[in-house]
């Protein structure tokens, strides 16, 4: 049976059930995707820029390219942010409780090119889900700390401690710019949420994650047409994915504890692409001079990640010794995004934690289930560079990064629900 405090919770997000379904419909239509190095997420931004003013709430909508010259460590030199803005919104509080940040990125990946069923910008709501690309990741996320931001002001509830609304850009492609911006330009908290798409479980941890693109160039294909063998990378590539096989099978035997205890595989190695010739009809008929294969590498957060790199880049180096068609034909590193990724973690006893647990249980009225994200994200770079406690909770839903991604409806309002809740434990608290 509802409490009454958790039956107040819940009639104050339903009550803007509506416009909420709508803000998110709206923002799943309209295009968002960031592709390195630039975004397009200004457009979404004024989307929210919109809603919340409709609210009666004063939206910032602040560029973010100042912080290419800000000199952080932890700003990519391959971005740029010319024309990418983030939005924040900030319910001040008495002074008298701790603050809280709910942080959400609003750029997606790329529709990419296998077939969608409906149109990655449909935003069509069907089966009580919203479809469409970023509808997941996480576009309903940041509708549902955007109900919190709007239950407290329409029912003009002041919180001791500050809460700040933040959508971010740059956050794909391990690009973190927004997520520094935003620290820069708006300052620290007391903790911190994201609602990436969690299937409404707590994520307490987050992985670490470095791609590396492995090219070989090989041949002349000028000579295809000729008497002569010419070599093909496409070949001696798959020797090369053997290793990255047998580098999978040695990550694969590290047995993890805290959060990732239960993971079947913890620190997966994963094959993202493979890329010779292609196979559509404006290529010809060649042999290719180029092969590549891309790599995910992803860690622990309390491996020693560059380390971990230096030994995997010296067990290729083995492996091209050893083979004579990579003795001829060096295998490049290049690390399409750049520096890897870092974890991080809470205690399972954090403060946050509690917080966040007692009041999925109050709302929900089942068990939470804490564990740690099977991706990386902007928590490292929030915990790890500017020391604010975070972790991830938010709806359900499938197909982040795939066609026919989608989100359920129901469970951003939940979200919305549960986050107001910690919101008001841990802000009067």
């Not at 180096?317 to 050893?322: D, K």
């Not at 089942?366 to 709806?395: H, K, N, S």
Request: aromatic letters at 8%.
């Amino acid at each position: 049976m509802e409490d009454q405090s958790t039956y107040q919770v819940r009639k104050l997000i339903r009550r803007s059930a509506g416009e909420l379904k709508r803000l998110l419909r709206d923002l799943v239509r309209t295009n968002s995707v960031a592709m390195p190095p630039g975004g397009n997420e200004t457009p979404a931004q004024r989307v929210l820029q919109s809603f919340f003013r409709q609210q009666g709430l004063r939206p910032d909508l602040y560029p973010t390219d100042f912080i290419q010259k800000s000199g952080h460590p932890a700003v990519r030199k391959n971005r740029t942010y010319r024309g990418r803005k983030n939005l924040s919104v900030r319910l001040s509080g008495t002074g008298r409780g701790k603050s809280l940040l709910l942080n959400g990125h609003i750029d997606t990946v790329p529709a990419g090119t296998a077939a969608w069923s409906r149109s990655p910008w449909s935003g069509a709501f069907h089966n009580g889900a919203v479809h469409g690309l970023g509808s997941f990741d996480m576009k309903g996320g940041l509708v549902a700390n955007a109900a919190v931001i709007c239950a407290l002001h329409k029912a003009g509830i002041r919180t001791g401690g500050d809460i700040l609304f933040e959508s971010v850009v740059d956050e794909e492609w391990g690009g973190g710019g927004g997520t520094i911006a935003a620290r820069l330009h708006d300052g620290s908290a007391d903790a911190c949420v994201i609602p990436e798409g969690t299937q409404l479980e707590i994520y307490r941890a987050t992985r670490g994650g470095f791609v590396v693109d492995l090219t070989v160039d090989a041949g002349d294909p000028s000579a295809y047409f000729s008497k002569a063998e010419v070599p093909s990378p496409a070949i001696a590539i798959g020797r090369l994915l053997g290793w990255v096989e047998t580098i999978g099978k040695q990550r694969s035997a590290i047995k993890a504890t805290d959060a990732y205890a239960a993971f079947p595989d913890p620190v997966p190695v994963q094959v993202l692409a493979v890329e010779a010739n292609g196979l559509a009809p404006e290529f010809p008929l060649s042999v290719p001079s180029q092969a590549t294969v891309r790599v995910y590498f992803q860690f622990l957060p309390e491996e020693d990640v560059d380390t971990v790199i230096q030994e995997i880049g010296k067990s290729l180096r083995q492996f091209e010794r050893g083979d004579a068609f990579f003795s001829s034909h060096p295998i490049q590193w290049r690390p399409p995004i750049g520096t890897a990724l870092l974890g991080t973690a809470l205690d399972v006893n954090h403060p946050w934690v509690r917080c966040i647990a007692a009041s999925s249980q109050a709302v929900t009225n089942r068990p939470p289930v804490t564990t740690g994200a099977p991706y990386p994200c902007d928590a490292g770079l929030m915990q790890r560079e500017f020391g604010i406690p975070t972790l991830l909770f938010g709806p359900s839903g499938a197909g982040a990064h795939n066609p026919e991604e989608y989100v359920d409806f129901e469970s951003v309002l939940t979200t919305a629900e549960v986050l107001l809740t910690a919101a008001l434990q841990w802000t009067n608290g």
